[in-house]
Each structure stands twice: as structure tokens, then as C-alpha cells.
């Protein structure tokens, strides 16, 4: 049971990035998704989260309205697409699988029980 991010990088202020969540050993069209990024320095944080019950999603308020969590089960993938990215964005970004097909709270990371590697994602000029 894995889960593998990618699709990192080094981007400008302003720019878009795209991060990819692909599980192997499960399918994520039975598990509440989450993305979660950590800065040095700072805790962890829920970044969006995604239900396979309904589709439902959430996010963080820092980035609502610029970064979408998207499922694509025929490819067992979870995507982050992040636009209008700030210096304040960068972080090493996690993808994390939840028992059930309800996403628990990002405010609880803990209930995640399979986390992915990481990918980093720099925004600088």
C-alpha cells in the first residue's frame, strides 16, 4: 500500500504547478484524499481534501480559489493544481489516504494513516 506525489518544482511567483497522487496496493476511489504541505520551520498543514463518497472537497483558507483537488479513479490518482502560486506556497507537499470514503478533517492529519513521500514545490523569482 503506497502512495506516490510528484510533479514538483521550481516556479515563479504567479505560476501554476500541478501535483499528481498515485496509489498502488489500494484504490482511491474508495479513500478520503488529502493534501497536506509542511515549510521549514512550520507545522504541517491541511492544504485540500477530497471525499470519494460524494466528491466533496475542502481547503485551507490560504488557498481557496487558487489550488482545485481533483480524482481521476480510472488512473487511481489525486491531482493538486495550484495556481497564482506565492513565495508563502512553498513547502514540501504530502499526499495522505484516509480509511473510509469520507475525508476527515485537514485540521486532523492524524486519521491519514498512509502518507506519501513528498514532493517539493519552490516558489521563487
Known amino acids: 500500500v503506497q502512495l506516490q506525489a510528484s510533479g514538483g518544482g521550481l516556479v515563479h511567483p504567479g505560476g501554476s504547478l500541478r501535483l499528481s497522487c498515485t496509489a498502488s496496493g489500494f484504490t482511491v476511489a474508495d479513500y478520503g484524499i488529502g493534501w497536506f504541505r509542511q515549510a521549514p520551520g512550520k507545522e504541517r498543514e491541511g492544504v485540500a481534501s477530497s471525499s470519494a463518497s460524494d466528491g466533496s472537497t475542502s481547503y485551507e483558507r490560504s488557498v481557496k480559489g487558487r489550488f482545485t483537488i481533483s480524482r481521476d479513479n480510472a488512473k487511481n490518482t489525486v491531482y493538486l493544481q495550484m495556481s497564482d502560486l506565492t513565495p508563502e506556497d512553498t513547502a514540501i507537499y504530502y499526499c495522505?489516504?484516509?480509511?473510509?470514503?469520507?475525508?476527515?478533517?485537514?485540521?486532523?492529519?492524524?486519521?491519514?494513516?498512509?502518507w506519501g513521500q513528498g514532493t517539493q514545490v519552490t516558489v521563487s523569482s
Open positions: 495522505a489516504a484516509a480509511p473510509g470514503l469520507v475525508a476527515p478533517p485537514l485540521t486532523l492529519p492524524s486519521v491519514y494513516d498512509t
